[in-house]
């Protein structure tokens, strides 16, 4: 069994992911005012708008006009992520990555966790452009009908009815086709938060000092594709598509993967004190 301290961030991103659940479930059956809404557009503590920007990006381009308070909590949300989380929203917000997780825990188990088939990672750029294009098309928001995310949240506050075969399609998708086929490769609001934190603040830093080769930090994590200095320099992650989930820190042995600012260095290691 791992120690509290190789899963300390697992345990925190499910306290986040399942507090908000509840906070949300707590808003729409008890009338608590701490979280009132869904994942599209909410209200903080009763007063603060939250929104989803690519959510209203899609509402955009359907050629409805957008209401003043859901631009505001729009831009709330994406100046968070943007300046400071980065793509945190898919590794500690987003419910879908509980089950992600466990699809590649079961993966895992079975031996296919280091084989999984060939997909490029931008199809969900494609994706996002995609759901643009036909949101404009149809006149509705295009993801949102068939987004598994939304579908979670209103299984979870509702009642599951046929929502949970949206979520039991991602899980499938990821044991027996692609690892983290669906966050990692075909979802379009990951693809939307990995352009908008491109430019954030937090990142996870690599000391090469301390670095010893192991790459199991590679092995966990779910977009090895942001890990290219590793065993090679120092630095921060420099790709958007983190998810900042802290699988690498928690599996590096040697503490060479730290959180930090991008502008920050490696940690420095103290000399040790010679003595005569």
């Known amino acids: 069994m791992p120690g509290i301290r190789e899963i300390r961030y697992r345990i925190l991103r499910r306290l986040v992911q399942v507090g908000a659940l509840f906070l949300f479930v707590a808003g729409n059956a008890w009338g608590w005012k701490v979280l009132q809404g869904n994942f599209s557009s ?23 006009m957008v209401a003043a308070k859901a631009l505001l909590g729009g831009g709330i949300v994406l100046l968070f992520f943007a300046a400071i989380a980065g793509r ?9 990555n509980i089950a992600t997780d466990l699809a590649d825990s ?6 296919e966790g280091n084989r999984p088939l060939r997909m490029s990672r931008n199809i969900r750029y494609w994706v996002l452009g995609l759901s643009l294009i036909l949101s404009a098309v149809f006149g509705v ?8 995310v939304g579908a979670l949240h209103r299984g979870v506050v509702f009642g599951m009815g046929m929502g949970w075969t949206a979520v039991a399609a991602v899980f499938l998708f990821d044991v ?8 990692g490769h075909l979802c379009p609001l990951g693809a939307f938060y990995s352009l908008a934190g491109r430019w954030s603040l937090v990142r996870v830093v690599h000391s090469k000092e301390q670095c010893t080769s192991c790459m199991r930090c590679i092995e966990s994590c779910p977009e090895p594709q942001v ?14 598509e983190c998810t900042n989930c802290g699988r690498c820190i928690e599996a590096c042995p040697e503490g060479a993967m730290r959180f930090g600012l991008r502008t920050q260095g490696p940690p420095k290691k103290v000399p040790k004190e010679v003595t005569s």
Do not use: Y
Request: proline share 7%.
């Open 42 to 64: 909410s209200l903080l503590f009763g007063a603060l708008p939250l929104a989803d920007p690519f959510s209203l990006l899609q509402v955009a381009a359907t050629g409805t």
């Open 88 to 96: 945190a929203f898919c590794g500690w917000i987003c419910p879908v």
């Open 106 to 111: 079961v993966r895992t188990a079975a031996g």
């Open 141 to 148: 928001a295009a993801f949102e009908w068939i987004s598994p």
């Open 176 to 183: 027996f086709m692609v690892r983290n086929g669906f966050c």
């Open 227 to 240: 890990l290219p200095m590793v065993g090679k320099r120092d630095g921060a992650v420099a790709s958007g």
